[in-house]
């Protein structure tokens, strides 16, 4: 198995649940869920990952 080596983006397309919820400053489980709400849910492989850009669109329509 191939090792993943960690890249830093200054914006990145995509992000884990760790940079998930360190973008959105909460804990794990409310990462999750508020990547499920935005429809932001990508799965690769076994890999998951949440589009930067629908988290950002469902964010600003819920402070509207």
């Keep these: 198995m191939n090792k993943t080596i960690s890249r830093e983006a200054k914006t990145p397309l995509t992000v ?4 998930l919820s ?6 794990r489980a409310t990462a999750r869920k508020i990547g499920e709400q935005a429809e932001a849910r990508i799965c ?3 890999r998951v ?3 930067v850009d629908k ?3 469902y964010i600003c329509k819920l402070s509207e």
């Design 49 to 51: 990952l949440y589009s």
């Design 22 to 27: 360190a973008m959105l400053s909460c804990g």
């Design 44 to 46: 690769i492989g076994r």
């Design 55 to 57: 988290v950002r669109q």
């Design 16 to 19: 884990d649940i760790e940079g």
